[in-house]
C-alpha cells in the first residue's frame, strides 16, 4: 500500500541517505553545501513528493480534481535559491555551479523517492557520483583549465615595455581577454589592468618574477 506508515519512513529515510552519499562527496571537496544540506533537501523533496500524491487523495471528496505533481514541480523550481547560496564569487572567478547543479539534482532524486522509485532513485544517484567524481578526474587529465586573473601593472611603462608584456604573457601561456590603461599625469606613471585567463599550473609569483626579470620599469604588480 502506498500509503502504508512504514513503506513511508523508508521512502523519506531512502531519500535521506541517497542525498547523504552525493553530499559527502561534495564535503570531500571542501564545498559549502555538504551532507547535512544534500540530506535535508533531499528528504524534504521526499516528503513534498508523498503529500504531493496523498494530499488529492485525502481530499478528493472536497475538491474535484487534484493534480499529485503540483507541489513537487514548486521543489523543481523552488530550489533556485539554495542553489544560488551555494555559488560563491572570488574576484573575477566563480566557484560552486557543481556543488548548485548537485543540489538540483538531488532534490529531484528526493522526489523519486518520494514517489517509491526506488531504482530510478539509486541509479540516478550512482550517475550523480559517476559525474562529479569520475568525470572530475577526467576533466582534470583532458582538460586543461584556466582562471580569471586581473593583473595590474604600475610604472613608468613605454609602448616597447607594453609590448614586452604581452609576449611575456603570450610565451607563459596567460591569455589576455581585456586590457585598460590609467596614467597619472603628474607623476608619469601607467597602470595596466590586464582581465585574463591562466592556466591553474601557473602561480601568481610566478608571473610577477617573469615580469620583474624581463621589464625593469616595473613599480608594482598586483594579481586578483
Same mark, same amino acid.
Given at each position: 500500500?502506498?500509503?502504508?506508515?512504514?513503506?513511508?519512513? *523508508?521512502?523519506? $529515510?531512502?531519500?535521506?541517505?541517497? &542525498?547523504?552519499?552525493?553530499?559527502?562527496?561534495?564535503?570531500?571537496?571542501?564545498?559549502?553545501?555538504?551532507? @547535512?544540506?544534500?540530506?535535508?533537501?533531499?528528504?524534504?523533496?521526499? $516528503?513534498?513528493?508523498? *503529500?504531493?500524491?496523498?494530499?488529492?487523495?485525502? /481530499?478528493? @471528496? /472536497?475538491? #474535484?480534481? !487534484?493534480?499529485?505533481?503540483? $507541489?513537487?514541480?514548486?521543489?523543481?523550481?523552488? =530550489?533556485?535559491?539554495?542553489?544560488?547560496?551555494?555559488?560563491?564569487?572570488? +574576484?573575477?572567478?566563480?566557484? !560552486?555551479?557543481?556543488?548548485?547543479?548537485?543540489?538540483?539534482?538531488?532534490?529531484?532524486? +528526493?522526489?523519486?523517492?518520494?514517489?517509491?522509485?526506488?531504482? #530510478?532513485?539509486?541509479?540516478?544517484?550512482?550517475?550523480?557520483?559517476?559525474? #562529479?567524481?569520475?568525470?572530475?578526474?577526467?576533466?582534470?587529465?583532458?582538460?586543461?583549465?584556466?582562471?580569471? @586573473?586581473?593583473?595590474?601593472?604600475?610604472?613608468?611603462?613605454?609602448?616597447?615595455?607594453?609590448?614586452?608584456? $604581452?609576449?611575456?604573457?603570450?610565451?607563459? &601561456?596567460?591569455?589576455?581577454?581585456?586590457?585598460? *590603461?590609467?596614467?597619472?599625469?603628474?607623476? !608619469?606613471?601607467?597602470? =595596466?589592468? /590586464?582581465?585574463?585567463?591562466?592556466?591553474?599550473?601557473?602561480?601568481?609569483?610566478?608571473?610577477?618574477?617573469?615580469?620583474?626579470?624581463?621589464?625593469?620599469?616595473?613599480?608594482?604588480?598586483?594579481?586578483?
Amino acid at each position: 500500500m502506498f500509503f502504508d506508515t512504514t513503506q513511508l519512513i *523508508l521512502r523519506i $529515510l531512502f531519500a535521506a541517505f541517497m &542525498g547523504g552519499i552525493v553530499g559527502l562527496e561534495r564535503e570531500a571537496h571542501d564545498q559549502p553545501a555538504g551532507f @547535512r544540506t544534500h540530506a535535508l533537501l533531499s528528504t524534504g523533496a521526499a $516528503l513534498t513528493m508523498i *503529500l504531493s500524491i496523498m494530499l488529492p487523495v485525502h /481530499y478528493k @471528496r /472536497y475538491v #474535484l480534481s !487534484g493534480d499529485p505533481a503540483r $507541489l513537487a514541480a514548486q521543489v523543481v523550481s523552488g =530550489i533556485g535559491f539554495l542553489g544560488a547560496g551555494a555559488i560563491l564569487r572570488y +574576484g573575477t572567478n566563480v566557484k !560552486g555551479l557543481t556543488t548548485a547543479a548537485s543540489l538540483w539534482a538531488i532534490a529531484i532524486v +528526493g522526489l523519486a523517492a518520494g514517489a517509491g522509485r526506488y531504482y #530510478l532513485a539509486l541509479s540516478t544517484t550512482g550517475i550523480l557520483l559517476i559525474i #562529479l567524481e569520475v568525470m572530475d578526474w577526467f576533466e582534470k587529465l583532458f582538460v586543461k583549465h584556466r582562471v580569471t @586573473r586581473t593583473i595590474k601593472i604600475e610604472g613608468k611603462l613605454s609602448a616597447e615595455d607594453e609590448e614586452r608584456i $604581452l609576449e611575456l604573457f603570450k610565451d607563459t &601561456g596567460v591569455k589576455v581577454k581585456k586590457t585598460s *590603461l590609467r596614467k597619472d599625469m603628474e607623476e !608619469g606613471s601607467v597602470t =595596466i589592468s /590586464y582581465l585574463t585567463k591562466v592556466k591553474q599550473t601557473i602561480k601568481p609569483c610566478d608571473i610577477i618574477e617573469h615580469l620583474e626579470k624581463a621589464v625593469k620599469n616595473i613599480k608594482k604588480v598586483e594579481i586578483e
